[in-house]
C-alpha cells in the first residue's frame, strides 16, 4: 500500500504532511503513488473533512476509522481532543508493484491506481497475505482496507503518531495550528509507519 499522512489544524489548515509507503510483505518503504494521485491526494484529504465533521459527533472514540473513500483510494482518520485531525489515504495495491494507468484487460495482474474496489482484489489481496508475514514474526497488513488486521494497524499507527505529536506541541515554541517542521517528528512518523504498515 501506499501511503499519504497528514495533520490537518483547528482551522482545516495543513500543518504536517508525509508520504510513505508499505514495510511489510517485502515493501521498500516507498510510496507508489501515480503523477496524477500524488497531486491530487490533499485535495482528496481535504474534501474527507466534511464527512470526519458529521462522523465526529456519532462516535465517541477517538479513532474514527474508514471515514471516506475516493475510488480505491481509503482515508481513515483519528480525532485529537483539541480538533486536530491526523488523516491518512491509503491506495492499495500488491507490494512492490508501482500502480499504473495501464487497462486491466491489457494486464489482469496489476491493480489499477483508480480502479473501484472489488470482492475479487480483496480475496487475491488476503490470499497474497495469508501467505507471507513481516520480519518481526506479526501477521502483515493485507491489502484489502477494510479488513479487521488493516484497523487494527492502522489504530496503533495513529496512537503512536499522536504520541509523538503530544510530544512535539508540547515545545513553548510551537502552537497548535503552527506547521511542525521538525525533522524528529518526521523521523517518528515514519518509523511508525514501517513499524506497523
Not at 491509503?90 to 473501484?116: D, E, G, I, S
Not at 488493516?150 to 515554541?173: C, D, G, H, Q
Not at 495550528?177 to 517518528?188: D, K, T
Request: with cysteine; proline share 10%.
Amino acid at each position: 500500500m501506499s501511503y499519504y499522512f497528514c495533520i490537518i489544524g483547528t482551522r482545516d489548515n495543513p500543518l504536517f504532511e508525509t508520504e510513505f509507503g508499505t514495510s511489510k510483505q517485502g515493501g521498500d518503504g516507498v510510496a507508489r503513488f501515480p503523477a496524477e494521485a500524488r497531486r491530487l491526494n490533499p485535495f482528496i484529504v481535504h474534501a474527507s473533512l466534511d464527512v470526519v465533521e458529521e462522523v465526529q459527533w456519532l462516535n465517541s472514540s477517538m479513532y474514527l476509522k474508514r471515514v471516506d473513500h475516493f475510488a480505491s483510494s481509503h482515508i481513515s482518520c483519528f480525532l485529537t481532543p483539541a480538533s486536530v485531525k491526523l488523516m491518512l489515504l491509503h491506495l492499495p495495491h500488491p507490494p512492490n508493484t508501482p500502480p499504473t494507468t495501464v487497462n486491466a484487460v491489457q494486464n489482469p495482474n496489476v491493480f489499477p491506481p483508480f480502479a473501484p474496489y472489488t470482492a475479487t482484489s480483496a480475496a487475491s489481496a488476503m490470499s497474497r497475505s495469508s501467505n507471507t508475514s513481516s520480519s518481526s514474526g506479526t501477521a502483515a497488513v493485507p491489502n484489502n482496507p477494510t479488513s479487521p488486521q488493516t484497523e487494527e494497524a492502522l489504530r496503533l499507527f495513529f496512537t503512536e503518531v499522536y504520541e509523538s505529536w503530544l510530544k512535539a506541541i508540547m515545545n513553548p515554541f510551537q502552537t497548535v495550528n503552527q506547521p511542525l517542521v521538525s525533522p524528529v517528528f518526521r523521523h517518528r512518523v515514519l518509523t511508525a509507519g514501517k513499524k506497523f504498515l
